[in-house]
């Protein structure tokens, strides 16, 4: 028998504790061949990562983004942002993209998959929509990161509509950004190892 399973409220979230975030000292920018190269070393090392994009918001009727602009990709311990403006950083981003062997688990990524195609020219191999596997534990509505953080940890994830909404075209990140951006994909890493080692 299948149990129906109630997604969290904003409001229910909003009494939970707040959720630890990753700290700038875990988190790699990667706008170089140097630390393009660093960061693929320390991400093939591990099998599971958590994966998501950002794109610089179109706010023009019929205006067509050219994002990704960032690509976030993290194990458990950190997080590494790709700008994808600069080359070296871009190449070796579609490389990882492409590789098998490697799980890239985010939430509501059908967007983001269809902009790394046309993006990096690469078809995404191993994506993991997490909020696929919670639907199937029984939950009937999209989890998202917030959501999936109350239902695995009690605690409420923080995200900044601040910078949510800013110039990730822009070529010098602001450390808000950074963390943004990073969290994402370092959320989506810990949910996806949670999932895989406990039921939801």
Sequence with gaps: ??????????DDIALLPEFPRLGLDRIALVNSAVAAREAVAALRD????GFDTESKPTFVQGEVSDGPHILQL?????AWVFQLHDPASR????????????????FGLGD????IRAKLGVEPVGVIELNHLFRASGYRKDMGVKGAVAVLFGQRFIKSKKAATSNWANPRLTEGQLIYAANDAWAAAVVHEALRTRAP
């Excluded at 591990?46 to 990562?49: I, K, R």
């Excluded at 993290?74 to 950190?78: G, I, K, N, S």
């Design 1 to 10: 028998m299948n149990t129906t399973r109630t997604t969290p409220s904003k």
């Design 46 to 49: 591990h099998a599971h990562w």
């Design 74 to 78: 993290a194990t458990t311990e950190r």
């Design 91 to 106: 190449d070796l981003a579609a490389q990882v993209m492409a590789e098998a062997g490697h799980s890239k688990a985010g």
């Design 112 to 115: 983001d998959t269809k902009r």
